[in-house]
């Protein structure tokens, strides 16, 4: 059943005619106008400057439907068969997977309310038989020979895949590899003749506000096609450490996922990946994984089944304009080292913590920007840092080692704390301690913790401000390695005297190394 559809019409231009009428007073005379030459031009310096635009607009397509009839036969629905032991989570199946029954609303106390209770927890006690699980996703065919492209979270942990083509045909689908980090699976599947397949373009070239097809398996409607625009480029929606998502309104749903996002060419420059909804369905804000991003993994993934990634062994934080002026940078870019594993490549090179990266090759970077860049290198390839170290620019070359399973981070050696009693910094709204046994113990620190403590944090002071609590521990400012109470206290006087708007704190706790900048007031004790 089809619905209509209201056709609004554009818009008319309305197009005014100015008449001057000349009007005199009764009794006077008419005579011939003489001749009167016109007035001078306005000067054009007084003139608005003319608006330049990056390029020529286009307008809205007069349809979809041939770009969509070329592209349909690609995309493919992805069906997944798990089987769930009791204890097991089920997860969150993209598509329509099959819930367990929630038990119904009943009075408390009632007996409909105990016997649906009793059933509910024999169903799924520790003696209740394995089931099955299905869900569904979306795909698309990159090879003619039979490669599929879809989300990993589609197809993870799933005992049987299947790929449903646009006839309807159901073709048994081998796992050839899969990406945890991007999301990013690939599929095989078997087939007597060559299948319809799309190609990727290249999402560098997309910009906000140009035209976007998706096309998918919705909860379930195979074959679903919706249009919008890039909403924003470049977004980061903590879900791993590479995210670079393309924003779309092209309505993207539960089932959707692994389906591909095409330009107006039909060429694929994303793969629909997740949304933002607060009821579960469609409310304008859809995330795609870049074509830029995925074909490199895809192509690993296709070769050898996994993905070798390039790692120098850092951990970094975005260097923001507090940052910036608390280590008297003018600019606020690059990555700040806030850890350095002790064997990576970065301690090699002799990078520090406390160092800013700021150039890759000779590329101005960011601190969001350099993981992801580290990973599309090579290892085993150099590559030229440029580092803002103490006031001066230097250049460290770095040989890119291969990403480890499990990374760990390990802090440089400190000198030893002694025990100088506390100091209480009260324009930051913080008081610190030694490191010693009474502190160890309050504050379950590692017996070779170095630095400083926090011991309180005033409520309403910049410190609990920008996350401060008692128990972390301080062991560097201003890039320098404080050991007492007293070593800080110098410091702080130290930036206050050079007139600093701002000073860095290194911090330790339990979610490991950051730097912390904190406001300065000259006139704070």
């Known amino acids: ?81 798990e089987t769930v032991k009791p204890g097991d989570d089920d997860g969150e199946a993209d598509g329509d997977g099959e819930d367990a029954p929630q038990i119904p609303n009943f009075p408390e106390g009632s007996p409909f309310e105990k016997f649906f209770h009793d059933f509910m927890s024999h169903q799924n006690g520790p003696e209740a038989a394995p089931r099955k699980m299905q869900a569904l996703g979306s795909g698309f065919i990159i090879d003619a020979s039979g490669i599929v492209v879809t989300n990993n979270h589609v197809i993870r942990h799933a005992d049987q895949i299947t790929v449903t083509l646009q006839d309807n045909t159901v073709l048994k689908a081998k796992l050839i590899g899969h990406d945890d980090r991007t999301d990013l699976a690939v599929l095989k599947v078997e087939t007597s003749h060559p299948l319809p397949a799309v190609v990727f373009g290249d999402s560098d070239h997309a910009r906000v506000g140009d035209w976007v097809l998706a096309i998918g398996n919705p909860f379930g409607l195979s074959g679903t ?132 990266i700021q150039t890759l090759n000779g590329k101005e ?92 944090v ?3 002071g910049a410190a609990a401000d920008r996350g401060l609590r008692a128990g972390d521990v301080i062991t560097q400012v201003q890039q320098a390695e404080v050991a007492t109470p007293a070593d800080l206290r110098r410091s702080v006087d130290a930036a206050r005297a050079k007139h600093r708007r701002s000073i860095l704190f290194l911090v330790q706790n339990a979610d490991g190394l950051r730097w912390v900048p904190l406001p300065l007031a000259d006139d704070a004790k």
């Open 225 to 356: 096609v919706t249009a919008g625009i890039i909403s924003s480029r470049g977004r980061n929606i903590e879900q791993g450490p590479y995210d670079d998502f393309i924003q779309t309104d092209a309505p993207i749903n539960k089932g959707n996922s692994g389906g591909p996002l095409f330009d107006m060419q039909g060429q694929v420059i994303g793969i629909n990946t997740a949304i933002y909804s607060p009821s579960g369905g469609s409310i304008g804000i859809g995330f795609s994984i870049p074509s830029a991003e995925a074909r490199g993994i895809i192509d690993q993934l296709r070769r050898t089944g996994k993905v070798s990634r390039g790692w120098i062994g850092v951990r970094i934080q975005d260097v923001t304009q507090d940052i910036a002026d608390g280590l008297g940078l003018k600019a606020a870019h690059g990555a700040l080292i806030a850890g350095v594993e002790a064997k990576g490549p970065a301690a090699a090179a002799k990078l520090q913590v406390g160092d800013v």
């Open 458 to 460: 005033a409520p309403d």
């Open 1 to 81: 059943m089809s619905l209509p559809v209201p056709v609004f019409p554009r818009p008319f231009a309305a197009v005014g005619l100015a008449v001057s009428l000349s009007l005199t007073a009764a009794g006077a005379a008419w005579a011939e106008p003489a001749m009167v030459p016109p007035p001078p031009a306005p000067p054009q310096a007084d003139a608005a400057p003319s608006i330049r635009l990056p390029g020529p607009g286009r307008g809205t397509p007069d349809s979809f439907a041939d770009l969509a009839a070329r592209l349909l036969p690609a995309v493919v629905n992805v069906s997944t068969t």
């Open 365 to 456: 970077i960011d601190g969001r920007a350099l993981p992801r860049l580290m990973a599309d290198t090579a290892p085993g390839q150099v590559v030229k840092l440029g580092v803002w170290r103490h006031g001066q620019a230097v250049t460290a070359s770095v040989t890119v080692g291969a990403l480890p399973e499990d990374p760990k981070e390990v802090p440089a050696p400190k000198p030893d704390a002694k025990a100088q009693g506390s100091v209480q910094l009260q324009g930051l709204g913080l008081t610190v301690g030694a490191i010693d046994d009474v502190a160890r113990q309050k504050f379950n620190l590692a017996e070779g913790q170095k630095g400083v403590v926090v011991t309180s």
